[in-house]
Every structure is written in structure tokens, then in C-alpha cells.
């Protein structure tokens, strides 16, 4: 027992070099008004601030997560977003560029973009032009084909997780929610995907998806860059479902085989028939007939039938995207 004392001394102090180390490298800026730190964002996850990196001179974001302390080690979430990022560098993935943790403490360092897809559409009061929705979805679909190809779901794509630079660059961020996919695939968990970007086959119960609960999302984020407004803003799962059925359509096991068989879905619920793309807001006058016929692979009730975001990325839809910038 008296051995273990100093041990523990030496690590506290070892801690607290650490920590004197990491503080001597960034500058917490102060918020416009002086009072208290520049909080960018904030969530169940803790705080993101505004930070300058003193050796490079670079504004960065700090995400301090919040620790429960009644909970020993560090969060899941956490882990798996620092073990997820470490292994993906591409320019459509935010770059985590720093970790400190300590007994009580977590931060993450990322690169500093000054929007997110969302806050970009609402200074345009949701006014984006064809051009530039093509611009960002190509940029998304690289970047999800990105994360596919490594291997990662992210399972929360949504215009709040997508980040906007100067050069309107768009980098997917906040993987908190990310897997790595394994085979045979596993059950995972259904608390996942904000519930208006959530795959209809997470909603009716399904145990078992894949990387094409992603392609959902990105066949959500398309048309609501085209219109300004969420495609399914559900106020519940059922409410989501019933708000996916009356545009798309009600599906049938002929369309989506096996769908009677997923546990949440019922036999008596009601039979709409869809909307067609063309009376959904201005979508189809947005997108044009490729983007829709693009948009219709993405949003395909059967799982199997969504195209892949490499496939994605060699559609009519996105050959004239201008890829000289987006290196």
C-alpha cells in the first residue's frame, strides 16, 4: 500500500505536466463580449470552444467532453470518435489535429471551419442555387464514399454535422455515432441517426443495417439543400415513418422484400400513394431530371437497392462539377 502512493503522486504529476504542456499550446479566445469563453457549440457531449493554436497561429475547435463522474474512464462515444478520426484523413472529413486526456478531463482539437451546412442554408434564408447543391453534395458523397471505403458508418449524417469553410468546402464532422463495419454484421444499436435523417429500416426495427443507412441521410441532406426544409421532420419514429409514406409512398413487400417481417411494421397502416418528386416543393426545379433520378437511388425503401456513394460520385448528375478546388 505505501508503495502505491508515491506511484499514484508521480502519475498525478505526470498529469499535470501533461496538462501544463497542452494549456502552453492554445489560447481559449474570449467571447465578443468578454465575458467567458468563445463557446461554438454545445450538446449532450459537453462544449466546443474557439482556440487559437499559439505555436502555429491557426484558430482551432476544442470540443471538451463532458465526463460523468460517477463513471469511470472515458465515454464510448469518445473513443470511438478519436479512434475513428485518427485513421481517416481525407479533405472531406474534419482533420482531428490534437487529444489531451487526464483523470476528469477529455478534449479533442480539431480544425476550425466556421459553419455547418445548416447555419449556411439559413443565411441564405434556404436559398442555395442548383450549382452550389451539387457542389456540396458531390463534396458529401466523397466524403462518405471515403469513410465506406475505410470501412466506417457514421450513422448521424445530418446538415449540423456537415462543416462549411470559407471556400465552401464541406467536411463531414462529429463521429461520435461511427462504427467500423464488421462481417458477418452485427446488431447494432437503434439509437442512432438524428430521427429525421433515420433510415426507414432502423425506424420498422430492422437488427441488422449497414453502410446504406448512410446513403439515406445523404438522399435526406440532397432535397433539403433544395428546398430549405427537412424532408421528414417527424416529431416521433412513427410520425417519421408516416411522413416518409406519404411522399414516397407506403412500400410493399413486392418493392422491399421482407418488410412485413421487420418488427415495427404493421399491415394496417395506411396505404399512401407517393407524391412524386416534382410536388414536393421546388425539388425536381433544384435538382433537374438527373439530380432526382440520383436522389431516387439514394432514398430506395429496400436497403439492397441504394446505390453506393462511389457509384454515387459516377452519376450524369455530378459530371460537370468543377473538381479543381476540391483537392
Known amino acids: 500500500m505505501a508503495d502505491s502512493m508515491p506511484m499514484a503522486e508521480a502519475a498525478l504529476s505526470s498529469f499535470d505536466e501533461q496538462q501544463l504542456a497542452f494549456d502552453g499550446k492554445y489560447e481559449w479566445l474570449r467571447a465578443a463580449t468578454g465575458d467567458g469563453p468563445y463557446i461554438l ?3 449532450t457531449y459537453g ?9 502555429t497561429g491557426e484558430i482551432v475547435a476544442m470540443k471538451q467532453m463532458k465526463l460523468d463522474a460517477e463513471e469511470e474512464g472515458v ?14 484523413s481525407h479533405p472531406n472529413v474534419v482533420c482531428l489535429q490534437d487529444v489531451f486526456c487526464r483523470p476528469g478531463k477529455l478534449i479533442l482539437v480539431f480544425e476550425f471551419l466556421e459553419q455547418d451546412l445548416k447555419k449556411h442554408m439559413r443565411a441564405l434564408n434556404g436559398r442555395l442555387t442548383p450549382a452550389s447543391i451539387k457542389h456540396f453534395a458531390y463534396q458529401l458523397c466523397c466524403g462518405v464514399e471515403f469513410c465506406h471505403s475505410n470501412r466506417i458508418i457514421h450513422r448521424d449524417l445530418k446538415p449540423q454535422n456537415l462543416l462549411i469553410d470559407n471556400h465552401l468546402r464541406l467536411k463531414i464532422a462529429d463521429f461520435g455515432l461511427a462504427r467500423a463495419i464488421s462481417i458477418p454484421v452485427p446488431k447494432y444499436t437503434h439509437e442512432v441517426v438524428t430521427v429525421w435523417y433515420r433510415p ?13 443507412v448512410d ?3 445523404i438522399g435526406c441532406i440532397l432535397p433539403e439543400m433544395a428546398t430549405g426544409c427537412p424532408l421528414f421532420a417527424g416529431d416521433s419514429e412513427i410520425d417519421t415513418v408516416f411522413k416518409i409514406f406519404q411522399k414516397l409512398g407506403t412500400p410493399t413487400d413486392a418493392e422491399w422484400p421482407g418488410l412485413s417481417e421487420l418488427p415495427d411494421f404493421k399491415p394496417t397502416f395506411p396505404k399512401w400513394r407517393a407524391k412524386g418528386w416534382e410536388n414536393i416543393r ?5 435538382l433537374g431530371p438527373e439530380g432526382i433520378a440520383l436522389l431516387e437511388q439514394f432514398t430506395a425503401y429496400d436497403p439492397k437497392n441504394r446505390i453506393s456513394a462511389r457509384r454515387a460520385l459516377l452519376e450524369p448528375y455530378f459530371a460537370d462539377v468543377d473538381r479543381s478546388n476540391l483537392a
Open 200 to 212: 426507414p429500416e432502423i425506424l420498422l426495427g430492422s437488427p441488422l443495417y449497414s453502410i446504406p
Open 282 to 286: 421546388n425539388t425536381a426545379a433544384q
Open 75 to 88: 465515454p464510448s462515444t469518445a473513443i470511438r470518435e478519436i479512434a475513428v478520426l485518427k485513421g481517416l
Open 41 to 43: 457549440g454545445e450538446g
Open 47 to 55: 462544449k466546443v470552444y474557439k482556440a487559437r493554436n499559439l505555436r
Open 215 to 217: 446513403i439515406w441521410g
